[in-house]
């Protein structure tokens, strides 16, 4: 990625949300609101995602600071999430696999965008689809057995998350795999109230890498 790109993406990040309108809510509006949401999180992933495929060009300090800044930008639309879900069960049902997945993102439990996106969208389908493509991929000598774990680990819990059933092997895979990081998330997102949770254990991660 060029100079002139890693610039475009330090302003994309600097920019901020968009901003998400409140109004009133009926079948077709929620569709929108829906489409909507998936759009600007689609847009902040590939943020996340545009950012790590550049790391090399960019020094430290640069990278984790375009990194918090959308972290940050994550957070603030978090923030958005939850007073729109507030009160409304339609839209809970809805969007409830969109906000464990931020807040997955916002805690650093997940580092994976497509990850994280396919989460948003509940798409475990996908998901397994792509463990599959993994599971080949590692075979061939394609893909790092870190990331490989990292990855895995991130795919079953996101799995179990949407209510899917893990095999025993996989079960024992996510145990024995599993960091402090995810634990922690695992636990305060089994509320889905417990953002700020979530935020304080981000924050928490944010300091750790500083010292």
Avoid: H, W
């Avoid at 640069?62 to 959308?70: A, F, R």
């Avoid at 069960?89 to 994976?112: C, H, N, P, R, Y």
């Amino acid at each position: 990625m060029r100079l002139a790109e890693v610039l475009l993406l330090r302003a994309s990040a600097r920019s901020g949300p968009s901003e998400i309108k409140m109004a009133s809510r009926g079948k077709t509006e929620t569709s929108k609101l829906k489409q909507n949401l998936e759009e600007q999180l689609d847009r902040l992933m590939q943020q996340l995602q545009d950012l790590e495929e550049c790391r090399e060009e960019l020094d430290t300090d640069e990278y984790e600071e375009t990194k918090k800044e959308t972290l940050e930008q994550l957070s603030e639309f978090n923030d958005s999430l939850k007073k729109i879900m507030s009160g409304n069960m339609t839209l809970v049902d809805e969007l409830s696999g969109m906000q464990l997945a931020i807040q997955a993102a916002i805690s650093q439990a997940f580092k994976t965008p497509e990850v994280i996106r396919l989460f948003a969208k509940k798409q475990p389908g996908q998901l397994r689809t792509r463990l599959a493509e993994m599971d080949r991929d590692l075979m061939v000598g394609k893909l790092e057995r870190g990331l490989y774990t990292q990855q895995k680990v991130e795919i079953l819990t996101a799995l179990r998350k949407l209510g899917e059933k893990l095999t025993a092997d996989d079960e024992a895979f996510l145990s024995a795999n599993a960091g402090a990081i995810l634990s922690q998330f695992e636990k305060v997102s089994t509320d889905l109230g417990s953002g700020d949770k979530v935020l304080a254990l981000a924050s928490f991660e944010v300091e750790k890498t500083k010292k």
